[in-house]
Antibody, heavy 116, light 112 residues
Framework: QVQLVESGGELVKPGRSLRLSCAASGFTFTDYYMNWIRQAPGKGLEWLAYINSTGRDIMYADSVRGRFTISRDNAKNSVYLQMDRLRVDDTAVYYC?????????WGQGTTVIVSS | DVVVTQSPLSLAVTVGQPASISCRSSQGLVYSNGFTYLNWFHQRPGQPPRRLIFKVSNRDSGVPDRFSASGSGTDFTLKISRVEAEDVGVYYCMQGTHWPWTFGQGTTVEIK
């Protein structure tokens, strides 16, 4: 069945880096844009970034542009989110989803806590 | 950024009664291909959101037909014809027309 499994979330200090992964299965990965969305504790949803099937079309929200980098490895059916210069307000559950604009499928999320 | 505003922010409904959530966007949501990317999601505590409705009024597979949605331009509505206990949680509308795609603040539905 169609599945997205995020990993890589952990407790990290402000200013450090973290790389999240999302492993996809059950569908033709190369056919789809992929997205990262996050949800801070007790808050709403924020779309962070998307990447097209080849990795050449990428967009970021202003809140993460210049600090976060989305990428994908089509050979591994995986999408990544490299998060640099992390801040306390980056604390959230991070979800990968697809397709772009429609977000039909979501992973269970991975939790990132940024705290000193 | 397109601001998406939901109302009400919370709703207490008796089982079997109807419920309605409004979603308004600060800009029209018709994309260049003619589609309107306004989607609705339901989230239970500790769970990822689940999409209910896509492109204004299309119900996802497995979504009960007591859920319906409509709208155009900047005004959209999600309706539950007869609320059931399993419908509690937070409902979000989301626009996927203008980048960055944005969500409403969420509407919390509880049972009276």
């Amino acid at each position: 069945q169609v599945q997205l499994v995020e990993s890589g979330g952990e407790l990290v200090k402000p200013g450090r880096s973290l790389r999240l992964s999302c492993a996809a299965s059950g569908f033709t990965f190369t056919d789809y844009y992929m997205n990262w969305i996050r949800q801070a504790p007790g808050k709403g949803l924020e779309w962070l970034a998307y990447i097209n099937s080849t990795g050449r079309d990428i967009m970021y929200a202003d809140s993460v542009r210049g600090r976060f980098t989305i990428s994908r490895d089509n050979a591994k059916n995986s999408v990544y989110l490299q998060m640099d210069r992390l801040r306390v307000d980056d604390t959230a559950v991070y979800y990968c989803t697809f397709p772009a604009r429609l977000a039909r499928v979501w992973g269970q999320g991975t939790t990132v806590i940024v705290s000193s | 950024d397109v601001v998406v505003t939901q109302s009400p922010l919370s709703l207490a409904v008796t089982v079997g009664q109807p419920a309605s959530i409004s979603c308004r966007s600060s800009q029209g949501l018709v994309y260049s291909n003619g589609f309107t990317y306004l989607n609705w999601f339901h989230q239970r505590p500790g769970q990822p959101p689940r999409r209910l409705i896509f492109k204004v009024s299309n119900r996802d597979s497995g979504v009960p037909d007591r859920f319906s949605a409509s709208g155009s331009g900047t005004d959209f509505t999600l309706k539950i014809s007869r609320v059931e206990a399993e419908d509690v949680g937070v409902y979000y509308c989301m626009q996927g027309t203008h980048w960055p795609w944005t969500f409403g603040q969420g509407t919390t539905v509880e049972i009276k």
